[in-house]
């Protein structure tokens, strides 16, 4: 298994931006398929965007053009910059990696968009 270490979260406004990051503990991370999911209590846990080890990226439709992910493939981590937060993002926000049969997670950190 990977460890994953988030930091990042908070208080915003609606309308505002946050940075997620997440370092992972491998010496293989490009070979690791990177993710943001995020969780609201209650509900199930859903897909904010992935990126591969060579920077192939995949979003949320309720996310495009407002959240960018990308990594440092050098540096073990993988960031998330939001923009144009809404309340409905509100949520604790996952990292994850998967490799083969590895599929590590975060503790999670928490996201308040406020109205």
């Known amino acids: 298994q990977v460890q994953l270490v988030e ?3 908070g ?3 609606a309308g ?3 940075r ?8 293989i991370f490009r070979s690791y ?3 943001w999911y995020r969780q ?6 859903e897909l904010v965007a992935t990126i591969s080890g ?5 979003y949320a439709d309720s996310v495009k053009g407002r959240f960018t992910i990308s ?11 939001m923009n144009s937060l809404k309340p409905e993002d509100t949520a604790v926000y996952y990292c994850n990696a998967r490799f083969l049969t590895i599929n590590s997670w975060g503790k999670g950190t928490l996201v308040t968009v406020s109205s």
């Open 71 to 81: 990594r440092d493939n050098a540096k073990s981590t993988v960031d998330l910059r």
């Open 40 to 45: 609201v209590s209650g509900e199930q846990r």
């Open 7 to 9: 930091s990042g979260g």
């Open 20 to 27: 997620l990051s997440c370092e992972a503990s491998t010496n």
């Open 54 to 58: 060579g920077g192939s990226t995949n």
């Open 33 to 35: 398929v990177m993710g």
């Open 16 to 18: 505002g931006s946050l």
């Open 11 to 13: 208080l915003v406004q």
